[in-house]
């Protein structure tokens, strides 16, 4: 089993940065791929970045340019970098560690953008 705890949340003004982070602990060799996803209050949860053992990222489009996702050598902490970050960025946002079991999600970290 895998077990993720996010971390880094928090109140930011339109404009500003954050970078949230992910505690990965538990069978961290069995992870191809990790993500971040959000959800919004009424709207469904959505990816925003993700990372592959080999490094490939994909971005939703709403988060090119803007946020970066990156890992440690291993899977031991995963980040992601919100930059100018904007209202429609408010969400509890979560990461998920995959393997070919599934995929194990955290409690997310609640993220509020002020215009």
């Known amino acids: 089993q895998v077990q993720v705890v996010e971390s880094g949340g928090g109140l930011v003004q339109a404009g500003g940065s954050l970078r949230l982070s992910c505690a990965v602990s538990?069978?961290?060799?069995?992870?191809?791929?990790m993500g971040w996803y959000r959800q919004a209050p009424g709207k469904q949860r959505e990816l925003v970045a993700h990372?592959?053992?080999?490094?490939?990222?994909h971005y939703a489009d709403s988060a090119k340019g803007r946020f970066t996702i990156s890992r440690d050598n291993g899977w031991n902490t995963v980040y992601l970098q919100m930059n100018s970050l904007k209202p429609e960025d408010t969400a509890v946002y979560y990461c998920?560690?995959?393997?070919?079991?599934?995929?194990?999600r955290g409690q997310g970290t609640q993220v509020t953008v002020s215009s």
């Open positions: 990372i592959t053992s080999g490094g490939v990222t």
């Open positions: 538990g069978s961290i060799f069995s992870i191809n791929a």
């Open positions: 998920a560690a995959e393997n070919r079991y599934g995929s194990s």
